[in-house]
Structure formats: C-alpha cells, structure tokens
C-alpha cells in the first residue's frame, strides 16, 4: 500500500507565505525612507529657494543700491536686528527686519508713508536674522528658516560687498 503524506504542502505554504510577508515588509520598509528622504529633500529646496531670494533682494537694496548701509541692533538678538540703507538718489530708505517669521521690506520715499512688503516664501518662517559688518565695505548675512509643514531647519551664510557705501553698525535705540 502507498502511504499518504500529510502536512509537507502546508508547511511548503506557510514558508512560502513567510517569505511573501517579509519581503513586502522589507520593501514597505524601504518605501517609508524613500519618501521621507523625498519630503526632506523637498522641503531643503524649498528653504533653500527662499533663502537665496531674500538673500538677493537684500543684497540688490543694500549692496548696489544704497549709500550708507546701517545695522542696528545686536548680532545676538533676532528679533530686533534691522538692516536700513539710503538710496542713491537721496530720496528712498529701504530698512529689512523681520517680525512673526516673516521678513519684511519696508521702502520710504521723502515726505511719504512707508511700503510694507513681505519677502518670505509663506510655506517658510524666518527664525533667526543676524546682520553683521565684517569690515567697511562687507557684512554678512545669516538666515536660519525653517520649513512650516516639515519643521525642517537650515542655515544659510551669505556675504555682501557694498559697491556704492559703507556699512556701519548702530546700537538699538
């Protein structure tokens, strides 16, 4: 008589499904950090779009435009560092500061009121603003954003030179 085998398919079928489990979690696995590294990755771009447009328009005011770049308020403190130059028709003062995560671009023509301008990306918050001169004609700029929805953070240094004045540093008050 032939004997009956009983039990080698289920066992065949439970090593077969393990396998199957554990190879979809090792690609679920790998899913997950492929779209978190896309998410960083995104929001590093985004930060850093931000940061070279306020970095350029605050190089374009305060290093081709203006005369006499003035820093006021003290390196250690963000959140009454104010950037302020004259323009070289003598008539326009631009001044940068930021207040709520935001940095702002105030313009005041003579005998006017001033424009208040918004220059932050809105899915980007401003957390440090740091202005300081490194000689007569530089300063430095330091921008420490971060990403809203991510809470992604990064700093980003950037050095003007004044074509047309000097930088000078004011204490607050």
Known sequence: MKERRTGHI????????FFLVFAAGTVFMHFQALLRNGICVRSDLRLLQ?????ASLV???LSEQGTRVLLKGSPDEDADMTAGCRRS???????????????????RKYRSLPGVVPNSDAHVRVLA????GISEDKA???????DR??????????????????VETVSPG
């Open 10 to 17: 289920l066992l065949e079928l439970q090593l077969v499904l």
């Open 50 to 54: 931000s940061a070279r447009f306020s």
């Open 59 to 61: 190089k374009s005011e």
């Open 89 to 107: 028709d003598g008539q326009t003062r631009i001044s940068f500061y930021v207040k709520d995560g935001t940095l702002y671009r105030s313009i």
């Open 129 to 132: 603003w740091k202005l300081r």
């Open 140 to 146: 430095e700029i330091l921008l420490t954003l971060e």
């Open 149 to 166: 929805h991510t809470r992604h953070r990064r700093t980003f240094r950037r050095v003007m030179r004044t074509l047309n004045g000097r």
